[in-house]
Each structure stands twice: as structure tokens, then as C-alpha cells.
């Protein structure tokens, strides 16, 4: 359906009709927040919800865009000093400037692209957005730069021009998605492996609760700061840690007081959550989703009281998932806002999407989306 929505209104915007058209999904992450840019381990897939774009080269030196879904145009060149001031199209631009920086010969192209990906829903809007012309510019101008490099490139988006010192996990899956697997990631070594994830008796249900988080608030960047805060603490004594996800429990408690309690809190949330990807593998080769399911509700607990990224609106989420009997329940993406990712039992989800309802709007007066997501590919020429 987006294909044909973006192809009328290319032909709509530019009076022409034969643009390639492009998209690359969303994706959710089943466990393993805030540990990309720790160098640990994520465990995310792409979902059958992303962005989906038209594009042709236009013969100049401009881009012309236009977002569909925001009603707004903007035009711009391929130079530094050309950047946009719309946020939106500082993505364009900057996949554009960072595919040149690597060598590919971009050049002008006119291009409209829509998303059923929700914005600000924790499920990874600007990565698709990045991964999609990221695959449709190298394609386009015979570039010849791999998945890994169209990833790096979308991260560089979001570090040199969206002010977002984001890890590598979101333009990673949704450039590498494949379907029914979920994508193991190593994001120091960027070594993943694909796990078979098809959970019968089991739905993955995300509830959005209407609360916008922004990354690129100061909150984000100060929690990474933390992190290499107490890294480099501890490096002093063990100079073989690089990230935090080569710290132990026990290397923590040796820098305890050298370092804030806040510090130390953020730190010993990424060290538990690196233990909880691991078990989580483990129980996923047995089949045993109770274990999985109790591991994100120990993530949840950490990211509300230790990270403190939740918000009172997510904790309630959690806490209706956890009085349902929902198997796993915790908050997804950066925080602040945004979905809780719920593994919920067949038999159990009526009841529990109705509750959720139910109590959500008796305290919030609004209801929460529900989104129910499959496991998908990755970005694609359609």
C-alpha cells in the first residue's frame, strides 16, 4: 500500500512517474537497551512497519524532498554549508553527505517518502528513514559500499548532523533484518548471528503510551557520558576494558567511590543487562520464553530505577502487564516515553489489551495504541 502512496505522490510532486521506490523497516529490540553504544550485545529485529520512499536522480546538484505525512517540502544542496533546517530533512542530507564522505557519487534526485513506523514510539523512525536512501543512494549512484558501511554511514547521521550520539544497532537491523529472526549483535565487533524467533502460543504486542521521548535531549547523551565516566575509571586498574561490557560487577565495586552514585547506578544497569542478553540467548535455544520473559521485566526494573529512562506512564504499562499474567513486559528504545514491549500468551492477550485500556484511560483519560508487530526483513528495492 506505502508503494503506491509514494508513487502518486512523486508523480504528484515532480510530474513525473517512473521513480525507484525503496524501504527499510523499524525494528523492536527484544532485550539489551542502552548497551550499543557500552560496545555490548543487542538483540533486536526489524519489523513489518518502517519507511517506504520514491526516488530519481534529477540530472542537478539539489535534492528535493518532500514528507508526505508532515505535508512539508524542503530543497537543499549536497555541500556542507547546504544543510536544511528541518529536521526531518538534516536525515536526507545527511545520508547524503556521509554516503560522499565514503566515496559514493551522489548526486541531485527528487524523492517523497511516508512511514507507518510511529514516530517518537521507541521503534527506530529515523534508522529506517536513514537505512532507506542509505540503500537507495548506493544503489542509485553505483556505489559500491556494503550493509556495514550503509549502517555506520546512518549512525554518522545521526552523530554529525541530528546531534544523537546513538549506537549502531538501529540502522544495523534495519539494513540486516530477516524474517522470523532475531539479529544477535556484537556492536564493538559488529559479529551478529541470527536467531529463529517464532514463538508459538506467544504474540509480541508493543503499547504505546502516547508520550513522546526526545533522544536528542540532553538525558541521553548525559547517560552515555556516565557510562564512560566509570569505563574509564575502571580502566585505570584494568587496562583491558574498553567498554563497559568487559566490566565485571566486581570491577564496579572498586571504583564505587570514586565515581557519582548516579555514575555507578548507570553502570551497574549496563553490566546486568550485558548478563541478560547472554541468558536470554541461552533461553531462547531451549524454547524457554518464561526465562526470556522474566529477564525483560529485570530490564524493565533496571532501566526505571537504575537508568531511571522510564516515566511514571511506562511503569504503569508494566505494572497492568505484570498483574495479567503477561510473560515479559519492560520499556523499549531510549525511554522516556514511547512503547512497552509485551511477550504475551495467546490465551492471555484479550484480557490483557483490554485492561490495559481499561486502566490506562481511567488514569491518563487517552487509551494506548497497541501494535502488534511481526518479525521482517531489511531494507529492500521494491
Known amino acids: 500500500m506505502n508503494e503506491q502512496i509514494v508513487k502518486r505522490a512523486f508523480a504528484a510532486q515532480y510530474g513525473v512517474a517512473d521513480a525507484a521506490v525503496f524501504a ?6 527484544l532485550i539489551g537497551e ?4 557500552n560496545g555490548s550485545f543487542v538483540f533486536p529485529g526489524a519489523i513489518d512497519k518502517g519507511i517506504t520512499i520514491a526516488i530519481k536522480p534529477n540530472g542537478s546538484e539539489r ?5 508526505i505525512d508532515l505535508n512539508e517540502q524542503a530543497t537543499f544542496g549536497l555541500q556542507e554549508e547546504d544543510a536544511p533546517a528541518q529536521s526531518w530533512a538534516r536525515y536526507v542530507f545527511g545520508i547524503s553527505r556521509e554516503l560522499i564522505k565514503r566515496g559514493v557519487a551522489v548526486g541531485g534526485f527528487d524523492t517523497v517518502f511516508t512511514g507507518d513506523v510511529p514516530l517518537g514510539a521507541g521503534m527506530s523512525s529515523s534508522a529506517a528513514l536513514e537505512s532507506a536512501y542509505a540503500f537507495a543512494l548506493n544503489h542509485l549512484f553505483n556505489g559500491r559500499l556494503d550493509k556495514f558501511e550503509l549502517a555506520k554511514a546512518g549512525q554518522a547521521t545521526e552523530h554529525h548532523y541530528c546531534g544523537v550520539k546513538c549506537g549502531i544497532m538501529d540502522q544495523f537491523v534495519s539494513l540486516f533484518g530477516k524474517a522470523n529472526n532475531l539479529l544477535l549483535l556484537d556492536c564493538r565487533s559488529l559479529e551478529y548471528r ?3 524467533f517464532d514463538p508459538q502460543g506467544y504474540r509480541l504486542v508493543l503499547l504505546d503510551t502516547l508520550v513522546k521521548h526526545a533522544l536528542a535531549s540532553s538525558a541521553y ?3 552515555r557520558q556516565s ?11 584494568h587496562p583491558e576494558v574498553e567498554f563497559l561490557r568487559d566490566a565485571t560487577f566486581a570491577m564496579l565495586e572498586e571504583v564505587r567511590h570514586e565515581v557519582s552514585a548516579e555514575d555507578y547506578n548507570r553502570a551497574a544497569y549496563v553490566i546486568g543487562e550485558t548478563a541478560r542478553v547472554k541468558a536470554v540467548c541461552d533461553a531462547l535455544e531451549r524454547g524457554d520464553y518464561e526465562t526470556v520473559g522474566r529477564k525483560m521485566y529485570e530490564t524493565h526494573s533496571g532501566m526505571s530505577q537504575l537508568y531511571e529512562v522510564s516515566c511514571e506512564e511506562l511503569d504503569v504499562l508494566n505494572d497492568i502487564a505484570k498483574a495479567c499474567g503477561v510473560t515479559g513486559s519492560r520499556v523499549m528504545g531510549g525511554g522516556f516515553g514511547g512503547c512497552t514491549i ?10 490483557f489489551i483490554r485492561t490495559a485500556k481499561e486502566q490506562y484511560l481511567a488514569r491518563y483519560g487517552k487509551e494506548p495504541r497497541v501494535y502488534d508487530v511481526v518479525i521482517s526483513d531489511g531494507a529492500r528495492a521494491l
Open 24 to 29: 527499510a523497516p523499524g525494528r523492536i529490540n
Open 34 to 37: 542502552h548497551t550499543d553504544y
Open 63 to 67: 535534492i528535493r524532498a518532500f514528507a
Open 194 to 196: 541470527y536467531f529463529p
Open 221 to 223: 547523551n548525559k547517560r
Open 227 to 237: 557510562c564512560e565516566t566509570v569505563a574509564s575509571a575502571i580502566r585505570r586498574r
Open 342 to 351: 509485551n511477550l504475551v500468551k495467546e490465551s492471555l492477550y484479550d484480557s
